[in-house]
């Protein structure tokens, strides 16, 4: 029996505050976590707090590449976020930027302010340190929302490498 942690838990930031810093200790080796965080059908099994909620994830995984993962799909719009790959040492180190975007039937976009993600994976024994660190987001509304959102979503990913 997998025992979830509570959200609140990974969260390590003040609320709200700049940056949003989330950690967490995962049972399993840092390339196990690597892959979770980099191949397709491994984040569509996390990204989102409540497992299985993310309609689709791309990656092209090499400096310059581009990811988006699909929260919300209708005939009318399409929301997802998205980004660029800046850094990739596996399985130490990723970074990756980040933008909110709502892209409507109509071909306009409504996206947020560019953002940074910096994910270091560092062996403890038999696990992995996860520090995930987001910043430059603009609004403090934004951090919030950012910083419950990645510590809903480290509780999936622990139940995820944990099997």
Do not use: N
Not at 91 to 103: D, G, I, T
């Amino acid at each position: 029996m997998t025992v979830r942690q509570p959200a609140r838990d990974f969260l390590k930031s003040d609320p709200g505050q700049e940056p949003v810093i989330v950690e967490g200790l995962f049972r399993a080796d840092p390339a196990r976590v690597f892959r979770a965080f980099t191949e397709p059908e491994e984040v569509v099994c996390w990204f989102l707090p409540k497992s299985g909620a993310l309609v689709s994830a791309e990656i092209d995984l090499k400096v310059g590449g581009r990811w988006c993962f699909v929260t919300e799909k209708s005939a009318d719009k399409q929301i997802h976020f998205e980004g660029e790959y800046l850094t990739i040492e596996a399985p130490k180190r990723l970074e990756f930027s980040w933008r909110h975007v709502q892209e409507h039937a109509d071909g306009t976009r409504e996206t947020s302010e560019t953002s940074r993600v910096l994910v270091t994976f560092t062996e403890a024994g038999k696990a992995t340190e996860v520090r995930l660190r987001h910043e430059a987001i603009t609004t403090e509304d934004a951090r919030r929302g950012v910083g419950g959102g990645w510590s809903g979503c480290f509780g999936q990913l622990a139940e995820l490498v944990a099997k």
